[in-house]
């Protein structure tokens, strides 16, 4: 069964440093996506970054970046030049290539700090 | 283009009354979810539609019942509200194709009583 783990309930980081969100998965199948959504707040859910297990390079969007290391099945987020407008939690989720539902995991919540 | 709307925002029950959550999406999307969000527990799949005129259990579909009225929207019922069922529940839409994300909509609180 296709399971998330996300073992940072809370993180800290002075503004304009990068900060690594960790999140391993498990799955038997060979295809699938790994997916990470940003919660501030204000409570909507918003995506932020893809990566495919077939993708030979690591996802890049902006200031976030995926560190996918598929032998250790870690997909961690890297958040670069952080801003604290990036203070939200932060969920790890993966769908198999056949499947439609997305699985998530439990969060970490990150506060940036001046 | 509203994306994925959601009614009400936040609604207030007390033990055994019924109530049903309204979404609905305009973006011609295929499939459709709905997630509860608990503290310390992510969001867990309740129920979801692959497609118009199918729907399926998610990992926490008891205590709740799921209606796709057609492609464009997808209610949650409570027929008997528990305190138990006290979170904040999202819905969310996806085109298709596994490169394809879900998009959420804005969620509802529910307390129950």
């Known amino acids: 069964a296709q399971k998330i783990t996300q073992t940072q309930p809370g993180m800290f980081v002075q503004e304009k440093e990068a900060v690594t969100l960790d999140c391993t998965y498990d799955t038997s199948d060979p295809s699938y996506g790994l997916f990470w959504y940003k919660q501030p707040s204000s409570g909507e859910m918003i995506f932020l970054i893809y990566?495919?297990?077939?993708?030979?390079q690591n996802a890049t969007e902006g200031r976030y970046s995926l560190n996918f290391q598929k032998a250790r099945k870690s997909a961690n987020l890297v958040i670069s030049a952080s801003q604290l407008g990036d203070s939200a939690m932060y969920f790890c989720a993966m769908r198999e290539a056949f499947s439609t539902k997305l699985i998530f995991g439990t969060g970490t919540r990150l506060q940036v700090f001046p | 283009n509203a994306g994925v709307t959601q009614t009400p925002k936040f609604q207030v029950l007390k033990t055994g009354q019924s109530m049903t959550l309204q979404c609905a999406q305009d973006?011609?999307?295929?499939?459709m979810y709905w997630y509860r969000q608990d503290p310390g527990m992510g969001l867990r799949l309740i129920y979801y539609s692959a497609s118009e005129g199918t729907t399926d259990k998610g990992e926490v579909p008891n205590g709740y019942n799921v209606s796709r009225l057609n492609k464009r929207e997808f209610s949650l019922r409570l027929e008997s509200a528990a305190p138990s069922q006290t979170s904040v529940y999202f819905c969310?839409?996806?085109?298709?194709?596994?490169?394809?994300?879900?998009?959420f909509g804005p969620g509802t609180r529910l307390t129950v009583l």
């Open positions: 969310a839409s996806l085109a298709g194709g596994t490169t394809d994300t879900q998009y």
């Open positions: 973006m011609n999307h295929n499939s």
């Open positions: 990566q495919g297990s077939y993708d030979q």
